[in-house]
């Protein structure tokens, strides 16, 4: 940090004058104010108390006559600021506490019910209707998402199923919604506007008849549903804000959460989405803790496929396998980066990480990952680069309480 040494840089007549440092001080102290509304916390104080007193303070000095004084309290001060907004970027990794007996809330993703042309993204309503029995038979409980602002950093005592449903097609009208309404169950209905009304999909007449029941919510999955990792910023921008003026027109608001169409995002566009939403789903599997990144919400992906009975029944008891950060945070790989180097950051006080097992798919297809535990970070070694448009790592850990699971997913562009 340096002092001025000038000494005309000391005389108060080169320094601004009254007016236009209160306009400035003012104008601050209103910005700042925004950040009330910030969801992040900066350890025990939030992040606007303190930079609010730092302008009071600042604006305490530029009334006093001491020119020394007054030239070092503003360096002290500016820098003080910076060093704030600094550490914020490690904010989240800071306020991040592990607890062992976190449940989780597993959240299952479906698509058509009863397409059968469709095997990827379908369901058949017989399955899905053992679906749901397998769940109550667990003895799990639905999750309303409502919970969700409230909860959220709540560790849950008792395993909780989430579900939703992609893209609002009639197949989802027609089949799975009058069971679900008979039975009350809870969901969230991911929908992307320029599909509503078309050949195969729901209209808004129909979303609206559903979004009146308290047990639905609805979702935003961007305009498009295009691939919009290709898109440039303002391109996805527009797609983003097109969804949500169509949303407000249609419904009278924009829906809390997002789903991001394929999984795929990068950090640019995830920042983005982080200023019109409370919450984003992406595509990878794992189970939300209180640690998850709000933005970066995995959900099992369920088909004729992947919905077999005993498989489903393994995944709906999987635990949230937790983590501090993991690097990197772009999940977008260009090619230099491809593979991307990649680290996953654990707490203190988790155990039996040497048991970790991870699996990826690049190269020619998936296989076992070499790893390197040093301390709490896990060290991920790719055997090849990315092939596939989506690439993935699933890892696991077993202990006395059960399977943990976590997965990454990576967009290719």
Aim: aromatic share 16%; with cysteine; glycine share 4%.
């Amino acid at each position: 940090m340096a002092f001025a040494i000038d000494i005309d840089i000391l005389k108060l007549e080169n320094l601004p004058g009254p007016r236009f440092t209160k306009i400035l001080s003012t104008s601050s102290i209103f910005i700042l104010f925004s950040f009330k509304k910030n969801k992040r916390r900066f350890i025990n104080l939030s992040k606007f108390s303190l930079l609010f007193i730092c302008l009071v303070v600042y604006d305490c000095f530029l009334v006093m006559n001491e020119k020394i004084i007054l030239s070092v309290a503003a360096s002290i001060i500016k820098f003080f600021i910076f060093f704030l907004f600094f550490l914020n970027v490690y904010a989240d990794g800071v306020n991040k506490k592990y607890n062992h007996n976190e449940q989780g809330i597993l959240s299952l993703m479906y698509h058509r019910f009863n397409e059968n042309k469709y095997p990827s993204t379908n369901i058949k309503m017989d399955i899905f209707k053992n679906h749901i029995e397998m769940i109550k038979k667990n003895n799990f409980k639905f999750y309303n998402p409502i919970k969700f602002e409230e909860e959220f950093s709540i560790a849950k005592s008792k395993k909780k199923i989430l579900l939703t449903i992609d893209d609002a097609f009639s197949s989802f009208y027609n089949n799975a919604w009058p069971y679900l309404k008979e039975n009350k169950i809870p969901f969230i209905l991911f929908v992307s506007t320029e599909a509503v009304g078309n050949h195969g999909y729901m209209t808004w007449d129909e979303l609206k008849e559903i979004e009146k029941e308290k047990f639905v919510f609805l979702g935003n999955h961007s305009h498009s549903h295009k691939y919009l990792v290709s898109f440039n910023f303002r391109d996805f921008k527009n797609d983003i804000d097109k969804s949500i003026n169509i949303f407000k027109n249609n419904i009278g608001y924009n829906p809390i959460f997002f789903s991001y169409p394929f999984g795929e995002y990068s950090l640019e566009q995830k920042n983005y989405i982080t200023k019109n939403f409370q919450f984003a789903f992406g595509q990878h599997s794992g189970v939300i803790d209180l640690n998850k990144d709000r933005y970066e919400l995995p959900r099992f992906p369920i088909n004729e496929k992947y919905g077999d009975l005993n498989r489903f029944e393994s995944l709906i008891k999987f635990l949230p396998l937790q983590y501090n950060y993991i690097i990197p945070k772009d999940k977008l790989v260009n090619s230099i980066d491809n593979p991307p180097k990649m680290s996953i950051n654990f707490f203190d006080e988790q155990k039996n990480l040497d048991k970790i097992n991870c699996y990826s798919n690049e190269g020619i297809g998936w296989d076992k990952t070499k790893l390197e535990l040093v301390d709490k970070k896990l060290n991920i070694f790719f055997r090849e680069k990315f092939k596939e448009r989506r690439g993935r790592i699933n890892c696991s850990l077993r202990d006395t309480e059960g399977w943990r699971w976590l997965g990454i997913q990576f967009s290719l562009n």
